[in-house]
């Protein structure tokens, strides 16, 4: 009889062990592992295998390379665990202790086992505030793991716009290099055999200096603005623009320069000056993640309070418990009585009211309530912030948007200037310095007009980053 009671024992031992480790095996955990920045490189970025590049494709590199980002997976996952294993104090609890007892005289060991469920009912600082607030606590990371994905974004658009813009202005460039270098060349010559002004030499002197410093800042600025895609699309390779041919060999090193990208943008041609400003504003206020966050930070503040609060109130839990064991007779007899096997099985209501706690729960209270005022002040500075910057993004778009408007202009002037000087000089009024000055003048208004469109893009993404990057239509 008592060997099957010690199987019975076993059993249930073995089997608590088994659920215990399945348990373990079975527990949801991230599926993303770590991976460094090689790994990335070869496995997760297919540009190895790309001519060209988008906006959108670059921003997608971005967020797979970026290790912050992962982090908030892993920060977003342990919340979601928080949250359950808080909740779980709802859960039934069963736990159960035996023992194996042998006594002199004794044929066999008498096993007794023993035990116990509990189930809370009430507790108004239990599992479910503390639930609520673990999920709040989530919420915020999440808020804060988009506004840094926006934030990458941001850096990304920014980012490409500039190489895109150096890829368009590579071909003017060189354009403007070419006429640059004929029309000084020209002056040059007339300056010797003294054909023209020493006023106009000294200027066209000044002007060709002034050029060629230009085409020297446009090659660094290549460099530039291609190490500042690479670093924030991660690094997964090392960028070439298609397109962008060097004049001089010292701007480019080419042992780094592996993979060449075509970058492929267009203008959306939306024109965000069409509403007013406080229609932006409103925007930036119902998709700003920091305020989110600050309303979920006070609400978080307010469940500490409720916390407190209700750590004061009483607790009401039940119990069962069962059990069964041998009573012994005198070990120093000669002869044992003979014992016999009793069970037990006790139901209990337990009920536990703190009356005084040494005003600990006041002092949380009282706490949790200046953390809660301190929030909310938070967020008025945040709302002002916000406001700041939705109304500086939006004049210094209007500003560009103006400033682009008069490059259009010069543009076309240029190019009606120089129709002009072509038909000039076919019927001899004008010399090639003339036509070559006229061809020049518009390769660089052509320069800054590219100059201005982007400024005028970037500022437009200045203002969609301003505001959320909420969607909203523009009629």
């Known amino acids: 009889m008592e060997i099957h009671y010690i199987k019975r024992f076993i059993v249930i031992v073995l089997s608590t062990l088994f659920f215990n480790l399945q348990a373990k095996r079975n527990r949801i955990l991230p599926s993303i592992k770590p991976q460094n920045l090689s790994e990335i490189h070869l496995e997760d970025v297919p540009l190895i295998e790309k001519t060209s590049l988008t906006m959108d494709e670059a921003v997608q590199i971005a967020y797979q390379n970026k290790p912050d980002l992962k982090a908030y997976q892993y920060a977003i996952e342990e919340g979601k665990m928080r949250s359950k294993q808080a909740i779980s104090g709802y859960y039934p609890t069963l736990s159960m202790s035996g023992n194996l007892n ?169 024109d965000l000056s069409a509403k007013p400003v406080d229609f932006y504003y409103n925007i930036a206020i119902n998709n700003r993640d920091e305020l989110k966050m600050a309303d979920k930070t006070i609400a978080i503040a307010k469940d500490d309070i409720k916390l407190a609060q209700g750590s004061r109130l009483p607790v009401i839990s039940v119990s069962f418990a069962g059990g069964t064991w041998k009573s012994f007779g005198d070990p120093t007899q000669e002869i044992v009585p003979a014992k016999n096997r009793q069970n037990y099985q006790t139901v209990s209501a337990n009920f536990s009211w703190p009356i005084f706690d040494g005003l600990q729960s006041y002092y949380q209270e009282s706490a949790s309530h200046a953390t809660m005022l301190k929030e909310m002040l938070n967020k008025e500075q945040a709302v002002q912030a916000v406001k700041f910057d939705v109304e500086r993004a939006y004049f210094a778009y209007i500003q560009s948007q103006t400033q682009f408007k008069a490059k259009n202009f010069d543009l076309t002037r240029a190019k009606n200037e120089l129709d002009l000087k072509k038909q000039q000089f076919k019927i001899g009024i004008i010399s090639q310095v003339d036509l070559d000055s006229a061809k020049t003048d518009w390769e660089k208004s052509n320069y800054t007009w590219l100059d201005s469109k982007i400024d005028l893009e970037t500022k437009k993404q200045d203002l969609l980053f301003a505001c959320g990057y909420g969607e909203f239509n523009i009629e």
């Open 102 to 270: 042998q006594t002199r005289g004794q044929s066999e060991p008498d096993l007794n086992i023993d035990f116990l469920a509990q189930q809370l009912v009430l507790n108004f600082a239990g599992p479910i505030e503390q639930y609520r607030k673990a999920k709040k606590v989530t919420q915020v990371i999440e808020y804060q793991s988009e506004r840094d994905k926006k934030n990458i974004r941001h850096e990304v658009e920014k980012a490409f716009l500039e190489c895109w813009k150096v890829q368009q202005q590579n071909t003017a460039v060189r354009s403007f290099k070419k006429s640059t270098d004929s029309g000084y060349e020209k002056v040059e010559h007339s300056n010797k055999l003294d054909l023209v002004d020493k006023n106009d030499w000294l200027k066209a002197t000044a002007d060709n200096a002034q050029s060629l410093s230009m085409i020297d800042n446009y090659y660094e600025g290549v460099m530039i603005s291609q190490k500042k895609l690479e670093f924030f699309m991660g690094q997964p390779v090392d960028l070439e623009i298609a397109g962008v041919k060097e004049i001089d060999s010292r701007y480019v090193n080419k042992k780094f320069h592996k993979i060449k990208l075509n970058l492929l943008w267009e203008d959306d041609n939306k």
